[in-house]
């Protein structure tokens, strides 16, 4: 039996191991990506695991579905790490006990509803066997529509740096997909805070905070990948302990700003002389507390008027129709925590319809009976739901 409160109470490490390698020796389950260590932190991968097409097929000759998959609910979800990323054990805790009942409440409102993607199974296929082997490699995890769940994790060992939320699969959809997002069968809005880490400085500081605190470093208003590239850098320079320890940010280019790399820093710095003592201090963790705070705020709000609201770190993705309920239950927590409004942006998603695919719809009385694809996820869900 496991004695960490990380690990499963019922198994072993070595029980596990032992599983997953009878799993893989009869064929059931195969590695998608291997295990390697960055000493420097950057690029280090766990190992993943994907199950065989012969343990798809038999799952589904057994009427088993992904709607039928779920984390247990004795899985720890508030996690601290150390320096080095690796999990601590603690004790008995009146912050965490008080964070872990609140996380509860959160994930049984995610878990009251369900999150999908408005693709087609083909167009799905597509984007995985996109991203595989590429960087963005982990983001195929985006499409494990059984992880529906947020866990915390706070770093350095510090109750006070970090407390974001990950786990459920929307987090770690590529943005460019976040639009198709579906709950309960309905299109979606995503409603973001504004340069958050940016304003919560401005506040902290008294000053006002800007309509887009980025627009100083734009040498075109309105150009979208610059404003990201501004928006990331800034961030990092703020997570950094040292300034010349950013390494290049993906997707910078000189072709963009004009500026080599070591340039492009300075200019990012210079540009915010209120905040320069802040640059290279690591201040990003203390203010990724303040932001994951925000987001429990936010969706403790929904939870209570029985809405589903998915958190992105500093953005939330629900009902289309809840935009402006959103984007005031966000104005109420910066401001619980600020004293001023906090702006916010809108993404509108594409809707319902799903596009592209080679497959032909037909009038087939069976394919109504018996959807398939995102549908057929909701409808399984609807029925287990009705079940319980």
């Known amino acids: 039996m496991s004695t960490s409160r990380y690990g499963a109470s019922f198994i072993s490490a070595r029980t596990f191991i032992d599983a997953m390698n009878a799993l893989q020796g009869a064929g059931l389950v195969e590695q998608s990506t291997a295990y390697w260590h960055d000493p420097a932190g950057n690029s280090s991968r766990t190992a993943r695991y994907v199950p065989t097409p012969g343990l798809l097929m038999g799952l589904v000759q057994t009427g088993t579905n992904v709607v039928d998959l779920r984390r247990h609910q004795s899985a720890e979800g508030i996690r601290l790490k150390d320096n080095d990323k690796a999990l601590v054990e603690y004790g008995d805790n009146a912050f965490a006990t008080g964070a872990r009942d609140r996380l509860r409440i959160i994930n049984d409102m995610l878990t009251n509803h369900w999150a999908d993607l408005a ?125 010349s320890r950013v390494s290049e940010i993906e997707g910078y280019t000189s072709d963009l700003t004009g500026r080599d790399w070591p340039e492009f820093k300075q200019y990012i710095v210079a540009q915010y002389p209120e905040f320069s003592h802040h640059f290279g201090s690591g201040v990003g963790l203390r203010l990724q507390r303040k932001d994951s705070d925000l987001a429990e705020a936010v969706m403790l709000q929904f939870a209570a008027m029985g809405y589903a609201c998915l958190p992105v770190h500093d953005s939330f993705i629900v009902h289309h129709g809840l935009e402006h309920d959103l984007a005031n239950a966000m104005n109420r927590a910066f401001h619980a925590e600020f004293g001023i409004d906090g702006k916010v942006g809108v993404e509108v998603g594409v809707g319902e319809t799903v596009e592209g695919s080679s497959t032909p719809i037909g009038l087939n009385i069976n394919d109504l009976l018996h959807p398939t694809g995102h549908e057929g996820r909701l409808s399984k869900f609807w029925s287990n739901k009705g079940d319980r």
């Open 119 to 243: 693709l087609s199974d083909e167009q799905l296929a597509e984007e995985m066997a996109h991203l595989r082997g590429t960087r963005d490699e982990e983001a195929t995890q985006s499409f494990d529509f059984a992880a529906r769940t947020v866990y915390r994790v706070f770093n350095n060992s510090d109750w006070q740096q970090g407390g974001r939320f990950y786990g459920a699969w929307w987090i770690s959809c590529p943005s460019r997909l976040r639009q198709h997002i579906l709950i309960d069968g309905k299109r979606t809005v995503e409603v973001d805070y504004s340069g958050l880490h940016a304003a919560m400085l401005y506040a902290e500081a008294d000053l006002d905070v800007p309509n887009d605190p980025y627009a100083r470093c734009l040498s075109r208003a309105g150009d979208k990948a610059e404003r990201k590239l501004v928006k990331r850098t800034f961030n990092a320079l703020l997570n950094a302990d040292k300034v």
